[in-house]
């Protein structure tokens, strides 16, 4: 049970976390990636306080990865409009963390038991949590490139001459 109360404690964590990011940055397009993020972390705290409660919930895919490409492909259209906000990288670090973080405690959970019911609601939350992750991980990636990506000739595959 304690490893549970800390799974729920972890979710209700990220949920917070997600929107108070997407409030501090309301001007941002990815404001909606955010809000998106702490709906699903709702969710998945409600089926975990369901679960511990012995209350019927239904395993449902909210569907968070097409929307985010969805998202994404529209910005396509304005992305030269749109300045990279590289000052939100250590908050797209930071919940690709949270998001390993929460996996991990579900792994445990799913190791520790027996039950196929709660073993598939683990597995369940496993995979919403790395596909959370890779969103993270993607963001993370694609606003830390100008911090990291040096073009100048003295850096480069050139050709011989």
Not at 30 to 51: G, I
Not at 78 to 99: L, R
Not at 115 to 136: G, N, S, T, W
Request: net charge negative.
């Amino acid at each position: 049970m304690p490893m549970l109360n800390e799974a729920i404690r972890i979710q209700q964590e990220g949920e917070r976390f997600y929107s108070d990011h997407a409030a501090k940055h309301s001007h941002s397009a990815l404001k909606v990636v955010l809000n998106l993020l702490a709906e699903d972390e709702r969710r998945h705290a409600m089926l975990l306080m369901a679960s511990r409660d012995k209350l019927p919930y239904e395993l449902t895919d909210s569907g968070i990865t097409q929307k985010v490409a969805e998202l994404f492909y529209s910005m396509e259209v304005v992305k030269d409009d749109i300045p990279a906000p590289t000052e939100q990288v250590d908050i797209y670090h930071a919940a690709w963390q949270m998001e390993k973080k929460a996996a991990a405690q579900y792994e445990k959970l799913l190791a520790a038991s027996e039950d196929p019911d709660d073993r598939a609601l683990y597995a369940f939350l496993i995979d919403q949590e790395a596909m959370h992750a890779r969103v993270m991980e993607e963001l993370y990636r694609h606003v830390n490139r100008p911090n990291e990506w040096v073009e100048n000739a003295e850096f480069g595959l050139r050709e011989e001459y």
